[in-house]
């Protein structure tokens, strides 16, 4: 018998770190809204639908260049695309009987933080542990980007530095045990370092927004991984 | 003038249907091996390529940064719980960027 309460209450506890980063990136985020036009509520109810920091400051900057429509639908697609990624690999760790509506309420905030705790939730997905994070994290996510727009500059940037990168310790918290345990994903997490190193400071490749570099080097890892070194049968759940 | 709501609706309409279209699409186990090990391994290499060199490049000073990778990685290994990683990377930003910057 899955425990869904106490499921959803490790959610909670997992889910605030992320609200508090979530605050400091869409403070941030906030600011871009602004400068594009939008006001408090229709930047917070953007953050709130949304649920994406790099494509929302891509409809920012787009609606402040003032692109058309199909433009910033184009562009949401492949800043956003990571996230059908993920989506697919979550597919695979819910347990297949779930029903529709449960899918359609994990599918609303995919993100890569509540993607990543839900990839390390033991054993098969419970969708009331990710609705446990999403509580918390969505509320952070929406105020963060509504004060972004009303205080604007006032939160001192010592704090905000320090904030952001909350997200990447969080992310460092659900790569490195796996990694100390498997040695192929060890190997994975070093090249990924490597190459998205490489991938961001060769003059050639500065045209390329983040969101696709993120793309295209994840593919290309996963898959040539998935090549050479195939999971076995019933690995996936131990990780 | 373009409608702002107009663009909002547009966005979370695309960032919607890439998210829930694979969860309600497949509904079975994969049995392809390549595919599941493909599925297995995207996460780690994803969040792995938007951790680093995101994280030196958030913070005011980059050595800051650099420092938080360190001991974030240290502590993981250790078996250090999420929110713990978490906040440690904050503080020793906060700290570091007191003397750096």
């Not at chain 1, 991938?199 to 490749?205: G, M, N």
Request: charged share 10%; hydrophobic share 55%; proline share 4%.
């Amino acid at each position: 018998m899955i425990d869904h309460k106490a499921n959803f209450r490790r959610g909670v506890v997992d889910g605030l770190p992320i609200a508090l980063g979530y605050f400091a990136v869409a403070f941030t985020l906030g600011i871009a809204a602004k400068n594009a036009g939008f006001s408090a509520v229709q930047a917070m109810v953007e953050s709130l639908t949304n649920n994406a920091s790099a494509g929302e400051y891509a409809v920012f900057s787009l609606v402040a260049a003032g692109a058309g429509y199909l433009e910033v639908a184009v562009m949401t697609l492949v800043t956003n695309a990571r996230y059908l990624l993920m989506s697919c690999s979550l597919s695979q760790k819910l347990p297949p009987e779930t029903s529709v509506l449960h899918r359609l309420l994990v599918a609303f905030d995919v993100t890569d933080e509540i993607f990543g705790i839900s990839i390390a939730f033991p054993g098969r997905l419970d969708p009331w542990y990710t609705y446990g994070a999403v509580a918390v994290a969505i509320p952070g996510w929406g105020l963060g980007t509504f004060l972004g727009v009303v205080v604007g500059n006032a939160l001192p940037l010592r704090l905000v530095s320090a904030l952001s990168v909350g997200l990447y310790g969080m992310f460092l918290a659900i790569i490195v045990p796996p990694a100390k345990k498997d040695k192929v994903v060890r190997g994975l997490v070093l090249i990924s370092f490597a190459l998205s190193f490489c991938a961001s400071h060769l003059p050639a490749l500065n045209g390329i927004s983040a969101g696709v570099k993120t793309i295209v080097l994840t593919v290309a890892i996963a898959l040539a991984a998935a090549l050479l070194f195939p999971v076995k049968e019933g690995k996936e759940a131990q990780a | 003038m373009k409608n702002i709501w107009l663009y909002i609706l547009v966005s979370a309409g695309v960032s919607y249907l890439i998210r829930a279209t694979p969860l309600v699409l497949i509904r079975r186990e994969i049995k392809n091996v390549t595919l599941r090990s493909f599925l297995y391994y995207v996460p780690y290499v994803t969040l792995a390529v938007m951790t680093f060199p995101a994280i030196v490049d958030a913070t005011q000073s980059p050595w800051a940064g650099l420092l938080a990778l360190l001991v974030g990685a240290y502590l993981a290994w250790r078996g250090k719980s999420l929110f713990l990683v978490a906040v440690a990377c904050c503080v020793v930003v906060f700290g570091a960027e007191l003397l750096l910057v």
